[in-house]
């Protein structure tokens, strides 16, 4: 497996796998760096990660723009993830609204309450309100993430499911 030569041990390069500890070249080469490929059958080297990433941006779905997506009757890309941003800064909004217009309307039947309302009931509305909502968008782009990562291993190769 190794020479001795010098009194240093040499990696015999003969053999598939002549790197040094990691899947690094050995004494210091500036050839990318290959990981072990887990196919079964064989020892053998996978593509280099920047590569790999390469190849994903540009074979990659949700590389498509809005109205692509939108329009992706194979379903191939998802639209969820780029509305998200918008659909959160909306419930925000509407949210702020309403606590405004309850305020106000608490206001008109009674001024004590409306005072109670505004410093306390509408805080607390629009904190939980947004919270609910914040949860229920990041379950989803949870789900969305998972099927892109699912994608990315089946791409690999690495997930036959």
Known sequence: MTEQVSGRDQ?????PGAHGQFGQPAYGDDQPTYAA???PGGVGYSVPQQQRQQRHQEQSPESKGFLAALFDFGFTSFVAPKVVKVLYALVMIMTALSALLFTIVMLKANVGLGILTLFIGAPLFFLIVMAIYRITLEFFIV???IAEDIRVLRQR???RG
Request: net charge negative.
């Open 11 to 15: 990696p015999d390069e003969s053999r």
């Open 37 to 39: 490929n887990p196919a």
């Open 143 to 145: 789900f969305f993430r």
């Open 157 to 159: 190769g690495d997930f």
